[in-house]
């Protein structure tokens, strides 16, 4: 089955600075890899997603790569805010929607 | 976006008891949901996958006798939780997915067990 594999388990930058999360997988069948932001004692919240046919995607100061070939995807923040301190999560799928989830990330920007 | 609602948010019962967890696609039909487990500062663990008028397909490691699921409607899905002990805490957070908006995920509220 699918495993994902995400680093750094905790991330700590200034205020302005970038944020970079990386994530790997090893099922080559799946194809839709959601990024989730989770707030304490909330749900997950979608961010930004990026499907197989697809090497980046940005939305605003976030922004997502693919790399394929490879089985890794990263998620970059930049000109990061303190509202973004948060719990990240990747997660990778294929045609059966079961979202394997990786570890999480605890960022945290520093005012 | 598609909205998830489970309750209760919170519930605190006594070792031996059984815990009844409902989730709700409150606006488009779910024929699948997914039931997670998250321990604080942990990810979330999938547990089982919800079908619609069929039985759960269980994660290796969780008890089907343990953890019921049943899936009886297109927009509910339950997990009881049945003679649960203070092993059996957690964040129990439930996912649909709306095929109408090219599977996208959408997770309820969570709903934190604590048992005494």
């Known amino acids: 089955g699918e495993n994902v594999e995400q680093h750094p388990s905790t991330l700590s930058v200034q205020e302005g600075d970038s944020a970079v999360i990386k994530c790997t997988y090893s099922?080559?069948?799946?194809?839709?890899f959601p990024w989730y932001k989770q707030e304490l004692g909330k749900r997950p919240q979608l961010i930004i997603d990026?499907?197989?046919?697809?090497g980046e995607k940005k939305d605003q100061r976030i922004a997502v790569t693919l790399n394929k070939t490879a089985k890794h995807f990263s998620l970059h923040i930049t000109e990061t805010q303190p509202e973004d301190s948060a719990v990240y999560f990747c997660a990778a799928t294929s045609g059966t929607y079961k979202y394997i989830f990786g570890t999480g990330t605890r960022l945290k920007v520093l005012a | 976006g598609a909205v998830v609602s489970q309750h209760p948010s919170r519930v605190i019962c006594k070792s031996g008891t059984s815990v009844k967890i409902e989730c709700r696609s409150l606006?488009?039909?779910?024929?699948?949901m997914f039931w997670y487990r998250q321990f604080p500062k942990q990810s979330l663990m999938l547990m089982a996958t919800?079908?619609?008028?069929?039985?759960?397909?269980?994660e290796q490691g969780v008890e089907k006798d343990k953890f019921l699921i049943n899936h009886a409607s297109l927009t509910l899905s339950t997990l009881t939780v049945t003679s649960a002990h203070p092993e059996d805490s957690s964040f129990y957070i439930c996912?649909?997915?709306?095929?109408?908006?090219?599977?996208?995920?959408?997770f309820g509220e969570g709903s934190r067990l604590t048992v005494l």
């Open positions: 990026i499907r197989s046919n697809v």
């Open positions: 099922d080559s069948a799946s194809n839709y």
């Open positions: 606006d488009f039909q779910a024929t699948t």
């Open positions: 996912s649909a997915r709306d095929q109408g908006l090219a599977g996208e995920l959408f």
């Open positions: 919800s079908n619609e008028g069929s039985k759960a397909t269980y």
